[in-house]
Every structure is written in C-alpha cells, then in structure tokens.
C-alpha cells in the first residue's frame, strides 16, 4: 500500500526541459521509484489514435484511460503486451496527449495509479502537475525550465536518436503551442507548486541538474 510516510521527489516543468533525464538519474541515485506521467498521457494518446476515438467524445477519452493496460519494465513501457516505449515518443502522440491531457475526467482517470507508484523507499515524479496536484506534501518540489531553443534542440536530438525524423523549425512551433495549452488549461495547469526549487536548465548539464537537485535533497526533511 503506498504510505505518505514514503519520501517523494517531484520535478515538474515544461515540455522538453529534461526533467525525465534528470528525475530518472536522481530516482537511480537515491534507489527510488521512478514515475513518468507524461508517459502515462502518451498511452492514452496512444490507445486513443489506434481506436480513432474521436476528441470530442469526453466519456470514451475517460474510459481510455481509466483502462490503460500499461507496465513499466525498466526503460520499456508496454501497452496491454506491446512495448510501445518507442511508438509513445513520436511528437503526434505528445500532441495528442496535452490535447487529452486538458479533460478532468482523464485526469482524474489516472489520479489513482499515479499515487500506486509511491512505494518504498521513495519515488521521483516527473510532469507537470506532480507538486500541485498529485503529490502537494512531497518533501521536495522542483520546477525545471530551459529556453525554447535549448529545449527544442534537447528534443531534437531526442527524435533524431529514437529513428524519427525531426526539424528544428516545427519542434519550437510545437513545444510553444503545447506549453501554452498545458499553462493555459483549468484542469492542473502547468505550474512551479508553491515551494518548489526553481532550475533553468539551459546552460548545463543534465548531470549539474541533478548535483543540484540531490542537494537540495540532502538540505531538505523528507517527508
Ligand atoms: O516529453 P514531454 O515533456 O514533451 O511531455 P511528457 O512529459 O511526456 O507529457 C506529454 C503531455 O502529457 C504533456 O504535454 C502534458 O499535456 C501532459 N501531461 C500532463 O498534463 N500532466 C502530467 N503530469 C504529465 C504530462
């Protein structure tokens, strides 16, 4: 059963601003539980593309992802018994994710499995509501930034290296129109929580973010 006595890390932030990399090396340092939510709107995204659910049919999106058939094996994420952690990267998923990220029913669809990934010794969430909405007590908030050239460079690479094909021009398009839908939405708006540590990634390095976040770790009560 997930304690609130279990330590948690939360790194929210903006769409390619590192976070992943940075909470999953500070969850490998620290032996803690590593939860990407993000991931979790991509395979709905995913599930809901393959079906053709229409985005205007609220009810369905809901049941989508309140039946999202998913395991986490490591750096492989499976959908019902596929591995899809390639398939959920493409930036048509991504898109579709803050689309249906927007609706509180799908939110609230995923409220309850977020929370089961607080297992012991602790766990390090990345998105972008972990500090306001999913875990407001954690014992550390962290708010990750980075300037959109070095965020769609960062993501960029990210494509080029998982086999899709990617240009600059489109991606700082893309990850402009996304943060203002995350920032702009009702439901959990991308937002720094109240006490959250704020870090501009934009000139160093993901292993600098972590020193730093593992400080301010050390610094900090866990709760
Ligand atoms: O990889 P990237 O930072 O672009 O996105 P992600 O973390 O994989 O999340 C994909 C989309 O899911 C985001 O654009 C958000 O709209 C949504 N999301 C959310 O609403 N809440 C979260 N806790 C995590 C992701």
Redesign the pocket.
Known sequence: MPSPHIPVITIDGP??SGK?TVAQKVAQHLGFHYLD???L??LTALSVMRRAIPLDDEHALAKAAEHLHCHFNGAHIFLANEDVSNDIRAEAV?NL??KI?AIPTVRQALFGLQLSFRQHPGLVAD????GTVIFPHAGLKVFLTASVQARALRRHKQLIDKGFSANMEDLSKDLTE?DAR?SNRSS?PLKAAEGAYLLDTSAMTADQAVEQVLSWYAAAKPV
């Open positions: 769409t390619a992943g939510s993000g991931a709107y991509r991504g994710a803050s990220a998105g972008r509501d972990m996304r995350d959990a």
